[in-house]
């Protein structure tokens, strides 16, 4: 096969696109961490500076004009030099829009699906995926907030009323607009669990592959001691399954959790206790509304 027959060759091209707040950079390190074993599965993850831009500035042309044959060919051979993977990575938190946009109009990224619709034109002969990550409006509002230019929570939710938001919205109007991308979503919530289980899925390896990182999110809420526990429980038992140790790590975790890393400060908003557990449990309803949506793959614990 020639260099420019690869390039031409269609692949699976997965977008992860945040979203904000939802440690994106860090998960894009994490299987950059894993290059190598990723690489001999034919996935290819090239770091973000080698695409963010360039793919930006390609997908903004498309608003006057159909993508120039061959441009797609053309971003793939800067990204990739000479592999010819049969999967590609791509992360981009602001690939929505920027935190100041976040939420317009009632509505989570409204401008999601358009986006989206340039970047499935773009690569039309691929098979598209978009993973993202969903948050607890709780924090998720206050945190997008906060990196936002905005000097009121006012001015940045525009008048809309965060009981009305809903991540099943967001993920319906995708459904809709471009049914042949495939969705996986998980919460934010429960990263420290299936940090690992994000990455395989985003690879396309079997759930018992090792990989180097599977619980480094850990580390931000459980003690030393548990951390060390936990580590020796792997060290004997290196046959559990992926499953088996998720397991593993809930029960250190509901020992040996830091009760000050698992509070969050909410900067902006003025919301009572009782906002605060009916915006909880809207979500949680949510979650159960996107669970059961068809087309939807839904990373859980």
């Known amino acids: 096969m020639t260099r420019s027959d690869a390039r031409l060759a269609a692949m699976e ?6 979203v904000h707040g939802t440690e994106a950079d860090r998960l894009i390190k994490g299987l950059l961490r894993n290059a190598d074993l990723l690489h001999a599965a034919a996935v290819a993850v090239p770091g973000p500076a080698r695409y963010r831009r360039s793919l930006r500035d390609a997908l903004q042309a498309l608003s006057d004009q159909p993508p120039d044959p061959g441009a797609r060919d053309t971003l793939l051979q800067q990204i990739l030099d000479h592999e010819t993977p049969g999967r590609l990575i791509l992360s981009n938190e602001n690939f929505f829009c920027v935190p100041k946009l976040a939420v317009s109009r009632g509505q989570f990224y409204p401008r999601a699906e358009s986006k989206l619709a340039d970047f499935r034109e773009f690569f039309a002969p691929d098979r598209i995926e978009l993973f993202l990550a969903i948050r607890n409006p709780v924090t998720y509002l206050p945190d997008v907030f906060a990196a936002s230019p905005h000097d009121s929570f ?8 965060p009981l009305t938001l809903r991540w099943s919205e967001l993920i319906d109007r995708i459904r809709h ?3 042949d991308i495939g969705l ?6 429960d990263v420290p669990l299936i940090w690992g289980e994000v990455m395989r899925r985003m690879g396309d390896l079997s759930e018992d592959e090792e990989i180097l990182g599977e619980f480094d999110i ?14 020796g429980y792997l060290a004997d038992h290196p046959d559990l399954t992926g499953d088996q140790r998720r397991r593993a790590a809930a029960a250190f975790l509901d020992k040996f959790a830091v009760d000050e890393a698992m509070e969050e400060e ?6 009572d206790e009782l ?7 809207l979500y949680e309803d949510d979650l159960e509304e996107i669970s059961q949506m068809p087309g939807v793959r839904m990373i859980t614990p």
């Open 154 to 161: 006012a001015a940045f939710m525009e008048g809309t009323d």
């Open 266 to 271: 909410l900067v902006g908003p003025d919301w």
């Open 184 to 189: 996986t979503i998980w919460c934010q919530e």
């Open 13 to 18: 091209v997965v977008l992860h696109a945040g």
């Open 218 to 231: 850990l580390q931000d809420i459980m003690s030393p001691e548990g951390l060390t526990r936990f580590a």
């Open 177 to 179: 607009t471009l049914p």
């Open 275 to 281: 906002t605060v557990d009916l915006l909880t449990e």
